[in-house]
DNA sequence: ATGAACAAGCGTACTTTGCCGAGG
DNA sequence: ACCTCGGCTTTGTACGCTTGTTCA
């Protein structure tokens, strides 16, 4: 089983890769972008859109070796231990180190005031100072190694903290030993630094803080980590979906049931009455416990069982088990709270305290990747919770400083932990992989406030407890309370924090809130044949005891921060989107979705095995009653989505999916027709989304194939912009009254419901009708007068003009050039009838250029070849006569010279030209002739040629015993 | 806590129909 | 004389979307 996740994973995640792929061509695209020019409309070719479409084209094989390695590290990750929660956190870790060299460097200069208490400026500039110091320190130490002189100023601020964090990464910060890390801790050696800090701004100076917007390349990543941790948490619901059908723990689950319970549910069809009573029962026999220690979900599933306590995800599992052990249709439900879509919401944030989006990547309340881990922390492991509001640790100060009290002993206690309880705090995976991720943006004093939030953490968790396990035994609760004590700073701090909780208990149940816990996260749909005459699927949530509370979820959800944006039921190793039945605001949550097309695609084949499994029950078996089953819940999702209640408030209606105002229109919308008017919102009429009309610019319609109709008025006339039309001359707009760009600078705009199909004038007699350029615009096929063809080849048009045929060259586009549009031409549009002639013609000429163009390089290279072999034979001539010294009759060894050379042209140019390149091409092995040496020109006779048939080689020789050896080719 | 209004940063769509010199 | 080809200040602007801030 487990398998077979890991190939479903791999299969998924290839999708996943591949846009990573994508994103790297991105990259790519747009380092050529910078050196290549532009290429007009042709540059839509490299829109990321199109672009991905091209990277969907089923070849796999291009996938890089980096690729498979990731693939192949997701699949054995999730082989080996069956955590693919660690399997997200591996995928996504890699998604952020791959992004984060290149954010560290803009985020840090944000992230390390941020880190410091915010409530204190005066003193988070002093730590960025100590920071800054530290890393020159650093610096500078690096350089003298290098033995070069640093100047302080030469660093930019960026390029500090880089080295810094560089630096900083490696080392241990459990150690804590480190002093030059510690905030508070003032080193010598800072103070004896001669260096001076400018400080931007005074401390307290109320600046604006610069905004800096996340780039698109990091919108890209985040949303690729989006698709991952998605991918992973969809495999994470089947693993645990196809735990539920273990036989074994059905049939263990089943035996507890009492008998009175079982003759309950023997009715035919049920109903919520009768689940009612069972729900209660397995309320009260199963409790919501803190997990302690990794193991596989199976495992975890029996012990669940075994013990009669386990997480909320184990617990709701088990239900699910028992609803199908009882042969009811069930299915496993759970909110995919997946890393945020946006890149801004991974930041830690001091700053906006989170007020909003202020929280980590797993810092998610997906229990199966980091509760479990935080869950951990309070049994005695050591690990330092992510993401704990520091809103909180502000609004208590008694707890602070008694954290700051127990500073110390909880430094020696880690230490001891580390030496003496090595099994029990050793960091996991995911921990270290959250630490990695959240120490990344802290400064060194940060450890102050991450121990403020280990005594956050706990006391959260202990009220989460409280909240989501209220029936557990209190002997469990103080236990889990005994054993979180030990990671903690010190008993009695806790004790005493204790207290402040009681005290202050209702501002914490606040701050539970905020940390994301006891959200609903996992729960059962049960399906009651018994309801709604046609049957209806029914929450189901055991851990809760709560029935039917499917309005309830989301507001429960937002209570505790937790996003409900996919909600998705599990059943068959299938999965399917159930988020409409439990979002009653939709357009909250679309745009923090990911892309429908994808997401539906993903879904697409695991759609099909949950309805398959959830109607293939012995009560429903005729396939008309399953199809009917799917068919009555796809029908009731699709009313929900389109009976939402009209916003309240304004903005919601700027992208909403159903409605619209007329105030939130862009410049090239318009309401046709205006109205029903479906209700108001502060006094503006709601309207329906389907009333909202693109419009365009007679040019712009007309690329599009449709032109408009008769005596057809703008809808709405634009003010073009002073400065672009400073450009023309004011007369010749005035002139065109028709044209788009009206008198006095104006665009004029027309709705699609004024436009037809583009009626152009049609070929006749062989002649193409052309525009008052002379040419015809193919911006697509349709723009194409009828009775003629594109043609679009090179060098075509000589041919239609030798033919004597009527062409019109095609402009396809125009192309941007210093600041200037000129047309891009492809070929010509001639009469179809032409075609078929033209093309021949074009065939021959082609052909006829290419053999004159290859004739053309045989002559060139044939004479190249006749000038290096006469430079040759020059040379060893003039070897010949004046290397030892001899210099007779120079008057006369010029004019033989002058002969046999004129002589050897002779012999070579009355040779066909395939024999002398073919005898020319070769390397000459020239053996000087003994007899001979001095003034002698020597002449290869043609018929005196040796030749080799084996080594393919000739030998040349003169009469005076001097032969040259040439290789054929 | 929420929403409206505004400001600011970033991405992107829209813009739009040579000129001249070298070389063949 | 005519034709072909390639190089030439690698635009500039406005709008929409998103996010943050302030105020009611």
């Known amino acids: 089983m487990l398998l077979y996740d890991a190939v479903l994973i791999s299969s998924l995640a290839i999708s996943f890769i591949d846009h990573y792929h994508y994103k790297l061509q991105l990259i790519q695209a747009s380092f050529f972008r910078q050196y290549q020019p532009p290429l007009g409309h042709r540059r839509k070719n490299n829109h990321p859109q199109n672009d991905m479409k091209t990277r969907n084209q089923p070849n796999r094989n291009t996938q890089t070796t980096g690729e498979d390695d990731v693939i192949r590290e997701i699949g054995h990750d999730t082989k080996a231990n069956g955590a693919l929660a660690n399997t997200s956190q591996d995928g996504v870790s890699k998604f952020l180190k791959h992004s984060g060299s290149r954010r560290r460097g803009l985020k840090k200069q944000d992230d390390y005031p941020s880190n410091c208490d915010s409530a204190d400026k005066l003193k988070g500039n002093e730590k960025q100072v100590k920071a800054d110091k530290y890393a020159q320190s650093v610096l500078e130490v690096k350089d003298s190694k290098n033995s070069s002189p640093l100047n302080p100023n030469d660093g930019s601020p960026q390029q500090v903290r880089s080295e810094l964090e560089d630096l900083m990464a490696d080392i241990d910060w459990e150690d804590g030993s480190?002093?030059?890390?510690?905030?508070?801790?003032?080193?010598?050696?800072y103070i004896n630094n001669n260096i001076t800090i400018e400080l931007d701004s005074l401390p307290g100076t109320a600046k604006r803080k610069p905004i800096r917007r996340a780039s698109a390349e990091e919108k890209v990543v985040a949303e690729l980590v989006h698709r991952a941790h998605l991918l992973c948490l969809i495999a994470r619901g089947r693993l645990i979906d196809s735990a539920c059908n273990d036989p074994l723990i059905q049939a263990a689950l089943l035996s507890l049931v009492p008998a009175y319970l079982l003759k309950l549910l023997?009715?035919?069809?049920?109903?919520?009455?009768?689940?009612?009573?069972?729900?209660?029962?397995?309320?009260?026999?199963?409790?919501?416990?803190?997990?302690?220690?990794?193991r596989s979900f199976q495992l975890g599933l029996a012990r669940a069982l075994e013990t009669h306590e386990g997480t909320p995800e184990e617990v709701a599992a088990l239900s699910v088990a028992l609803f199908r052990a009882l042969n009811f249709s069930a299915r496993f439900v759970s909110?995919?709270?997946?890393?945020?879509?946006?890149?801004d919401a991974d930041k830690w944030d001091d700053t906006s305290q989170g007020r909003k989006s202020d929280k980590g990547i797993f810092d998610s309340s997906t229990i199966m990747v980091t509760r479990s881990n935080e869950a951990s922390t309070s049994?005695?492991?050591?690990?330092?919770?992510?993401?704990v509001d520091k809103k909180i640790a502000s609004r208590t100060p008694t707890k602070a400083s008694s954290q700051r009290k127990n500073k110390k002993s909880g430094q020696s206690q880690r230490k001891n932990e580390k030496s003496g309880q090595s099994q029990t705090i050793s960091r996991d995976t995911d921990s270290l992989i959250v630490d990695q991720l959240t120490e990344k943006n802290m400064d060194p004093s940060s450890k102050g406030s991450k121990r403020k939030a280990d005594i956050e953490f706990e006391m959260q968790m202990e009220m989460a407890l409280s909240a989501t396990a209220a029936q557990a035994s209190e002997c469990h609760l103080d236990n889990d309370v005994k054993s979180s004590s030990i990671g903690s700073p010190g008993l009695s701090s806790f004790k005493r924090?204790?207290?402040?909780?009681?005290?202050?208990?209702?501002?914490?149940?606040?701050?539970?809130?905020?940390r994301k816990t006891g959200a609903p996260l996992y729960w059962a749909e049960v399906y009651c044949s018994g309801e709604n005459s046609t049957g209806k699927w029914v929450h189901v949530d055991a851990v809760n005891a709560i029935i039917d509370g499917e309005h309830k979820v989301e507001a429960a959800a937002a209570a505790c921060k937790t996003n409900?944006?996919?909600?998705?039921?599990?059943?068959?190793?299938?999965?399917?989107?159930?988020?409409?039945?439990?979002?009653?605001k939709w357009y909250k949550i679309a745009s923090h979705r990911v892309n429908s097309t994808w997401w539906d695609a993903v879904l697409l084949p695991l759609k099909e095995l949950e309805a398959r499994a959830t109607e293939g029950t012995s009560k429903v078996s005729n396939n008309e009653k399953r199809e009917e089953r799917t068919y009555l819940e796809d029908m009731e999702l699709e009313t929900k989505a389109l009976t939402e209640p009209l916003p309240t408030n304004q903005q919601a209606y700027k992208n909403h999916h159903l409605y619209a105002l007329e105030r939130w229109l862009t410049k090239y919308q318009i309401l046709h027709p205006k109205g029903p008017v479906l209700g108001f919102c502060s006094g503006h009429s709601v309207y329906p989304r389907a009333c909202v009309q693109m419009l365009h610019t007679k040019e712009r319609w007309m690329r599009e194939g449709l032109q408009l109709k008769v005596n057809e008025l703008p809808v709405k006339v634009l003010k073009r912009s002073i400065k672009v039309n400073k450009g023309k001359v004011p007369e010749a707009d005035e002139d065109d009254e028709n044209d788009c760009i009206g008198p006095g600078g104006t665009i004029d705009l027309y709705g699609k419901w004024q436009t037809e199909p583009l009626c152009l004038p049609s070929a006749e007699n062989g002649i193409v009708p052309k525009n008052d350029r002379g040419q015809v615009d193919v911006w697509s096929e349709k723009c194409l007068p009828?009775?003629?063809?594109?043609?679009?080849?090179p060098r075509i048009f000589a041919i239609a003009k030798k033919l004597e045929i009527d062409y019109a060259p095609a402009m396809v586009g125009f192309e941007f050039r210093n600041g200037r549009s000129f047309p891009v031409y492809n070929g010509i549009v001639v009469c179809s009838e032409f075609k078929n002639t033209i093309l021949e013609a074009y065939a021959e000429e082609e052909e006829r250029r290419g053999a004159e163009e290859r004739r053309r390089n045989e002559a060139q290279a044939l004479s190249r070849w006749y000038q290096l072999l006469s430079s040759i034979v020059t040379r060893q001539r003039l070897n010949n006569r004046y290397a030892e010294g001899t210099s007779s009759q120079p008057s006369n060894d010029i004019q033989k010279t002058n002969d046999s050379s004129h002589h050897h042209t002779s012999e070579d140019i009355h040779k066909p030209i395939s024999d002398q390149v073919n005898e020319d091409v070769g390397q000459p092995a020239i053996v000087p002739s003994p007899l001979y040496e001095e003034d002698h020109e020597h002449v290869f006779l043609t018929n005196d040629n040796g030749s080799d048939a084996e080594s393919s080689t000739r030998t040349k020789r003169c009469r005076c015993g001097f032969s040259i050896e040439v290789e054929e080719l």
Request: hydrophobic share 35%.
């Open 497 to 514: 924090l204790k207290k402040i909780e009681i005290v202050e208990s209702q501002e914490m149940s606040t701050a539970v809130g905020s």
């Open 564 to 584: 409900l944006r996919y909600v998705v039921a599990f059943a068959g190793q299938g999965a399917k989107d159930v988020t409409r039945r439990y979002c009653a």
């Open 786 to 793: 009828p009775g003629t063809v594109h043609l679009g080849f």
């Open 379 to 387: 049994s005695g492991k050591h690990t330092a919770p992510v993401g």
């Open 266 to 294: 023997e009715a035919p069809n049920l109903t919520m009455n009768a689940l009612t009573s069972l729900v209660n029962w397995f309320h009260k026999n199963f409790h919501v416990k803190i997990s302690s220690g990794e």
């Open 335 to 343: 909110i995919l709270d997946a890393a945020s879509l946006k890149p």
């Open 178 to 189: 480190n002093p030059n890390l510690n905030c508070d801790n003032n080193h010598p050696d």
